[in-house]
Every structure is written in C-alpha cells, then in structure tokens.
C-alpha cells in the first residue's frame, strides 16, 4: 500500500526556518523524482519544488528559491525540506508527491508576523 507521510510542521515567527519531512512506502522511492506543493486556503495548489529520483537535481520556483532546499534519502525512503526565511505568505499546508503514486495528506506551516 502507497502511503506518504509527511510531518515537521508546525508554527514559525516571520525569518524564521522549518524542516519538513515526506516517508514514502509502498513502492520503490529511489525509481521516482518527487515534488513539493503547498497550498493555501482560497489559493491554487502551487509547486514548490521538485527533486529527481536520485537527488542529483532539484528545481524552485522563484516564490521560495533562495530560502529553501530539499534532498532526499532514498536508502530511508525519506524526502527533507528545509526552509528558512520564512514569510508570511509561506503559510500553507505543505505535501510531497509523486507522479502516479499519490500524495501525502499534508503538514501545515504557519508563519506569523
């Protein structure tokens, strides 16, 4: 059974810095790149980032480049992001997700001002 389990969120001052963390079972992690999306309520769901399947290469947008980075650990079947700088519009529920395996529920990062 794919499932992805995401956890590290949580409540953040503005400039402040976050790790997120994504378990993937059920499937062979290492075959898959993996993206990073956040949304926000009454906002379309936005890709923020994506890793290819061995890490060597990753992608931001340019709404969080700079301020994050993520990695993974396909021996633990685990995916980071960390995040700092942190700003107000960042507030989001954050999931990682792979193509045509599915999506975690998501974790929720709030930044306050």
């Known amino acids: 059974q794919v499932q992805f389990l995401e956890s590290g969120g949580g409540l953040v001052q503005y400039g402040g810095s976050l790790g997120l963390s994504c378990v993937a079972l059920?499937?062979?992690?290492?075959?898959?790149?993996l993206n990073w999306y956040r949304q926000a309520p009454g906002k379309e769901r936005e890709l923020v980032a994506t890793?290819?399947?061995?890490?060597?290469?990753?992608v931001y947008p340019a709404s969080v480049h700079g301020r994050c980075t993520v990695s993974r650990d396909n021996v633990k079947n685990t995916a980071y992001r960390q995040m700092r700088n942190l700003k107000v519009e960042d507030t989001a529920v954050y999931y990682c997700?792979?193509?045509?395996?599915?999506r975690g529920q998501g974790t929720q990062v709030t930044v306050s001002s």
């Open positions: 997700e792979v193509a045509q395996r599915g």
């Open positions: 059920g499937f062979t992690f290492s075959d898959y790149a």
């Open positions: 890793i290819t399947s061995a890490g060597d290469n990753t």
